[in-house]
């Protein structure tokens, strides 16, 4: 069985960065896909940035293309999420989620299992 812990959230102020972690347990990481997801209060749960198992080949939504980057560490099983220049609208609490597909995919429900979330809030 699949565990997805996230860590790293916190406040911080506009055009900060900060790096989200998604530990990985259960299964052959490698196989997976993984996807960022956020969901703000009110809101639907949306995409932010995925990254397949092959070739380590990466997806971003386009409101995050160009400030956020997705990356995994095979070695230790897990993913990154480095965010750059943050903007009060990135608030939200962060999701990663696993598929066993090769590619990740912009549709929550296409993912077999998720983490807790963690909180990022960006405020002056």
């Known amino acids: 069985q699949v565990q997805l812990v996230e860590s790293g959230g916190e406040l911080v102020q506009p055009g900060d960065s900060l790096t989200l972690s998604c530990a990985f347990s259960g299964r052959t990481f490698s196989s997976y896909a993984i996807g960022w997801f956020r969901q703000a209060a009110g809101k639907q749960r949306e995409f932010v940035a995925g990254i397949s198992w092959i070739l380590d080949t990466t997806h971003y939504a386009a409101s995050v293309k160009g400030r956020f980057t997705i990356s995994r560490d095979n070695a230790k099983n897990t993913v990154f999420l480095q965010m750059n220049s943050l903007k009060r609208e990135d608030t939200a609490v962060y999701y990663c989620?696993?598929?066993?597909?090769?590619?990740?995919?912009?549709?929550?429900?296409?993912?077999?299992?998720w983490g807790q979330g963690t909180q990022v809030t960006v405020s002056s």
């Open positions: 989620a696993a598929r066993l597909e090769p590619r990740p995919d912009w549709r929550p429900d296409q993912y077999d299992c």
